[in-house]
């Protein structure tokens, strides 16, 4: 598809259970991010991608969370152990990089929704 | 440190009337864009309306347009003839042009249009 694509939509996951979030961006961003947003709440950065490296992961709230990108595309954010407090969606967005300008228009997917009961 | 900073929580508007969200932040870069974007209780997040920093003229789409004062680090959205389909979370952002190109967010403010 042309847009950035999320999978799974919704995960209802037990406590202390693995998940993986995965994220497409447009092809051709080469910047992806990904943001945490809780109940109409604003967003939390958690990491951003510049090709496949990760210049910037200061939002990963704990050492359970954990994401990749790999060929430049496709990145998936890893929560191992989940607890009750990381039910939230979870946002990604990709973007071209403008030269001296930062980042360009973010394209938003339509967020993995994750509750861990 | 970069900051975007949004005061008002959450605003309502009569149909057909103009609002006016406020947005301010903090850089030392000279040249950089800002963005609104809204996020309809559907969730998918969209822009809105973008200003390139170096450009005095403030930018207009249709009903929504900017008033930048770059001195004053002041990026506020008016919209004009509001309609319920306007009714969302906008967000002001900054994505720092040094760095780590840290994409910052401001916490948002709710819309409410009143029939």
């Known amino acids: 598809g042309a847009g950035v694509s999320q999978s799974p939509s919704n995960k209802v996951t037990e406590k202390g259970k693995d998940v993986e979030l995965r994220c497409d961006p447009i092809s051709g961003h080469t910047a992806l991010y990904w943001y945490r947003q809780s109940l109409g709440q604003g967003l939390e950065f958690l990491i951003y991608?510049?090709?496949?490296?990760?210049?910037?992961k200061s939002g990963l709230p704990s050492d359970r969370f954990s994401a990749e990108r790999t060929g430049g595309s496709v990145s998936t954010l890893t929560i191992q152990r989940t607890q009750q407090e990381d039910s939230a969606v979870y946002l990604c967005?990709?973007?071209?990089?403008?030269?001296?300008?930062?980042?360009?228009?973010?394209?938003f997917g339509e967020g993995s929704r994750l509750t861990v009961l | 440190a970069q900051t975007v900073t949004q005061s008002q929580p959450e605003m309502s508007v009569q149909e057909a009337e103009t609002v006016t969200l406020s947005c301010t932040y903090d850089?030392?870069?000279?040249?950089?864009?800002l963005f609104w974007y809204k996020q309809p209780p559907s969730r998918q997040m969209i822009l809105v309306i973008r200003q390139e920093a170096y450009k005095q003229q403030n930018a207009t789409e249709n009903r929504f347009s900017v008033n930048f004062q770059k001195a004053a680090k002041s990026f506020s959205l008016k919209i004009s003839d509001s309609q319920l389909g306007d009714a969302a979370m906008y967000f002001c952002?900054?994505?720092?042009?040094?760095?780590?190109?840290?994409?910052?967010f401001g916490t948002g403010t709710r819309l409410k249009v009143l029939a």
């Open positions: 967005a990709s973007s071209l990089v403008l030269t001296g300008k930062g980042t360009g228009e973010l394209f």
């Open positions: 952002a900054y994505p720092s042009t040094s760095g780590t190109y840290k994409y910052i």
């Open positions: 850089t030392s870069e000279s040249d950089y864009y």
């Open positions: 991608f510049q090709g496949n490296s990760a210049p910037d």
